[in-house]
């Protein structure tokens, strides 16, 4: 489910449109770093290092 917001309320004219829209949105949550942290723990996946 989409939640409301750019994404959800766009009718794009072109796929630059859509792409712009979502990078915009990817850099909102780039500065929530608790929205990733929650998604990651709903997928039981866990973050290590690289070796």
Same mark, same amino acid.
């Given at each position: 489910?989409?939640? @409301? /917001?750019?994404?959800?309320? $766009? &009718? @794009?004219? #072109?796929? #630059?449109? &859509? +792409?712009?829209? &979502?990078?915009? +949105? $990817?850099?909102?949550?780039?500065?929530? @770093?608790?929205? &990733?942290? /929650?998604? $990651? +723990?709903?997928? /039981?996946?866990?973050?290590?290092?690289? @070796?």
């Amino acid at each position: 489910m989409i939640k @409301p /917001g750019p994404p959800a309320n $766009l &009718v @794009p004219v #072109d796929l #630059d449109e &859509v +792409a712009a829209t &979502v990078r915009f +949105a $990817l850099k909102r949550i780039q500065y929530r @770093p608790e929205l &990733v942290d /929650g998604c $990651l +723990a709903e997928t /039981g996946l866990t973050i290590s290092p690289r @070796p």
